[in-house]
C-alpha cells in the first residue's frame, strides 16, 4: 500500500542517452512535485503540477519535460543525458496547493550517468 | 521563505527525549515551521508542523516559542531507526507549496 511510488528505483546510462522516471500516488491528492537531491545531499524543487497542470518550474535544463497524465501521475522525461544529471530524484505529492499542507515523497530514483 | 539555522550535528542516547533546536528569526507572522526527516536511502518523510501553538502527534511533538523566531522538535523516546537528517523548513502560507531544504541536523542515537 505504497502512498508515492518511483520506477525505477535505480538508473545507470551513458551520457546523451533519454530516460522516463515515473511516479504514482495512491493518497487521492491533486499536486505533486519533482526534487532533486545531488551528490552534496542539498534537495531542490524542480517541477510542481496541480490537477495535471504546470504551476512550478524552476530553473531546470529544457532537457528535462514533467508529464502528467493524470493527477495520480507525474512523469520526468529527461532527454540528452548528462554526466551532471546524476542525482537523486524524488517524487512528492499533496493535498492542494497550499502551504499548510505537507508533503509525501516517494523512495528515491538513483540516476547515474556513466 | 525565513531561513532556518540548525545545529549541523546531535547524538541522543535510545530512550532518551531528542530536542532539536531550529532558529527561524526572520519568520514572517504567516509562515508555518514544517519539520522533515530523511533516514539515509530513503525520500523525506513528513515529521509535524505548526504555525503557532505547539503541536503533537504520534511521531513528535514541536514547540514553537511565543515570538516564533525558534521552535524544538522532540522526539520523546529516541530509538535507533530514528537516526536521520532532520530538516526544519518555514513556508509562508500563501504562494506555491514547494520546500526549500537546508543542510538539516544529523541526529545519531547512540545504543
Known amino acids: 500500500d505504497t502512498a508515492v511510488s518511483q520506477t525505477p528505483k535505480y538508473l545507470v546510462t551513458q551520457m546523451g542517452n533519454d530516460k522516463s522516471i515515473k511516479c504514482e500516488q495512491n493518497?487521492?491528492?491533486?499536486?505533486m512535485y519533482w526534487y532533486k537531491q545531488d551528490s552534496k545531499k542539498f534537495l531542490k524543487i524542480m517541477f510542481s503540477?496541480?490537477?495535471?497542470?504546470?504551476?512550478i518550474n524552476e530553473t531546470v535544463p529544457n532537457r528535462f519535460s514533467p508529464k502528467s497524465p493524470d493527477k495520480a501521475h507525474l512523469n520526468l522525461h529527461i532527454n540528452s543525458l548528462e554526466l551532471g544529471d546524476s542525482a537523486v530524484y524524488f517524487c512528492?505529492?499533496?493535498?492542494?496547493?497550499?502551504?499548510?499542507?505537507?508533503?509525501?515523497f516517494g523512495d528515491g530514483t538513483r540516476l547515474s550517468i556513466l | 521563505d525565513a531561513k532556518t539555522t540548525q545545529p549541523t550535528s546531535m547524538d541522543c542516547a535510545e530512550g532518551r527525549a531528542a530536542n532539536l533546536p531550529c532558529n527561524h528569526s526572520?519568520?514572517?507572522?504567516?509562515?508555518?515551521v514544517y519539520w522533515y526527516r530523511q533516514i539515509h536511502s530513503q525520500g523525506p518523510q513528513y515529521i509535524i508542523h505548526?504555525?503557532?501553538n505547539n503541536e503533537t502527534n504520534e511521531m513528535a511533538s514541536l514547540i514553537i516559542t511565543e515570538d516564533r523566531k525558534s521552535s524544538t522538535l522532540i522526539l520523546p523516546h529516541a530509538t535507533l531507526r530514528d537516526t536521520a537528517v532532520y530538516y526544519c523548513?518555514?513556508?509562508?502560507?500563501?504562494?506555491?507549496?514547494?520546500?526549500?531544504f537546508g543542510t538539516g541536523t544529523r541526529l545519531t542515537v547512540i545504543p
Open positions: 512528492a505529492s499533496s493535498q492542494g496547493r497550499g502551504s499548510g499542507q505537507p508533503q509525501h
Open positions: 493518497l487521492g491528492h491533486d499536486t
Open positions: 503540477y496541480n490537477n495535471k497542470e504546470l504551476i
Open positions: 526572520t519568520i514572517s507572522g504567516n509562515e508555518y
Open positions: 505548526g504555525l503557532k
Open positions: 523548513i518555514v513556508r509562508a502560507q500563501t504562494g506555491a507549496n514547494n520546500l526549500f
